[in-house]
């Protein structure tokens, strides 16, 4: 994980609403994180959601509408103090009368007051029944917030408290971190730019039931594509067959499975992207004919299968791409690293290029973590972690170096 991810200063301000019931989980994830959490709640949400029990999971007290300017602790002026003291203020979730408040400069609650002094970046989670948000008074509060640079956070659909089904839901926890990562991220300085990674294998069927394939989790493709967010890239992720369980909140993922599927989505978004990652591992051959039914075993010895190649997508993009695009491509190699990694990305027209050992421990498929030897145009570098680390240092060296 990367280290600004953990102990951070999370000032959490709970409003009115149900979902209230979901925060002392996003408390105690952050608290596993070593991150400090002040929690304040307006009165409604006292209601909902135990503030001893917040207080327990914090390790702090929880503060309260009656402490706003209380005789034992208003001169401590709370709402001040916390809002200069917080890295990052949340507001989850955001009931439709906190998001009034908040537009329009309102200080009767002290989630409130917290808000209009906060300096630090803001993410409020608007959660409430699906009719109080799509009213246009609402849509215009959030909207208005969003103007102001606050991070607003749509809700997601489904089944609602109330009774209704539709958009409302305050987002699972995993998607709140997210969000709170990525306003917490040092580095903004993908912002505008679009980036296109492929990860994950692919499968090659041979008949309905067997394919070709590879090891591959797509781990590394997805810290790729995570860490680009982080730094404010808009991210397309062109993801094959992985049973890999990722948060993909904020990335635009089209899932292919064969090689073919894969080349095409990637041709197909090529115009769109500033930096192609190709970090999928895409298999060579695809068998020449697939059957139509399960191939049988009774009575054969041996099965022979005809395989053809595959289309070779990073050449392909190499050749087709336009100036001032860069194509970043991956070598996993068992031997001779470095000299079939810079025969790669000559062959292939990359502008860099990761090599890794697949037959090593730490850099194999699957891992968690990798040790990888970047090789580009401008010099070389190795970078050694979790896959999220080294992600984000390859990040790190393109934005000094290119």
Not at 65 to 89: C, M, T, Y
Not at 127 to 156: C, I, S, W
Not at 203 to 210: G, K, L, N, S
Request: glycine residues 8%.
């Amino acid at each position: 994980m990367l280290s600004w991810k953990r102990s951070r200063k999370v000032l959490l301000c709970v409003s009115g609403g149900i979902a209230a019931y979901k925060i002392p989980d996003l408390v105690s994830r952050l608290r596993k994180l070593d991150c400090e959490v002040e929690i304040i709640l307006t009165k409604t949400a006292e209601t909902l959601v135990s503030p001893l029990a917040l207080s327990t999971l914090s390790k702090r007290r929880a503060w309260l509408q009656d402490d706003f300017f209380a005789n034992s602790k208003g001169f401590e002026i709370p709402h001040i103090r916390l809002s200069e003291w917080a890295d990052v203020l949340v507001v989850a979730p955001c009931s439709a009368n906190t998001a009034f408040g908040l537009a329009n400069g309102r200080t009767a609650s002290i989630v409130e007051a917290a808000f209009l002094a906060a300096t630090a970046p803001v993410v409020v989670f608007p959660a409430m029944n699906v009719h109080m948000f799509e009213n246009p008074a609402t849509r215009q509060n959030l909207k208005t917030l969003a103007v102001r640079g606050v991070r607003v956070v749509d809700p997601e659909f489904g089944a609602l408290a109330c009774g209704y089904e539709g958009k409302g839901r305050l987002p699972e926890t995993s998607l709140i971190l997210e969000e709170i990562f990525l306003a917490l991220s040092p580095k903004r300085d993908l912002t505008g730019k679009h980036v296109l990674v492929t990860a994950g294998p692919t499968w090659e069927y041979i008949d309905p039931v067997r394919f070709i394939s590879n090891p591959s989790s797509g781990k590394m493709g997805l810290a790729m594509a995570r860490t680009a967010w982080y730094r404010g890239a808009d991210v397309r992720l062109i993801l094959g067959p992985t049973s890999l369980d990722a948060s993909l909140h904020g990335i635009e993922v089209q899932n292919v499975v064969s090689a073919v599927e894969m080349r095409d989505r990637v041709m197909a978004n090529l115009d769109w992207a500033d930096f192609i990652v190709k970090a999928a591992a895409v298999g060579d051959y695809r068998a020449d004919k697939v059957s139509g039914h399960k191939l049988k075993r009774e009575g054969k010895e041996t099965l022979s299968l005809d395989l053809v190649q595959n289309p070779d997508i990073a050449a392909e993009v190499g050749a087709a791409k336009s100036p001032g695009q860069f194509l970043i491509g991956f070598a996993a190699e068992t031997n001779d690293i470095i000299e079939n990694a810079r025969s790669k990305m000559e062959r292939k027209g990359l502008d860099m290029i990761l090599a890794n050992d697949v037959s090593s421990s730490e850099g194999g498929f699957a891992c968690d973590n990798n040790t990888v030897r970047l090789i580009s145009k401008t010099g070389e570098a190795v970078f050694s972690g979790g896959k999220e680390e080294v992600a984000d240092a390859v990040w790190g060296y393109l934005a000094e170096h290119r």
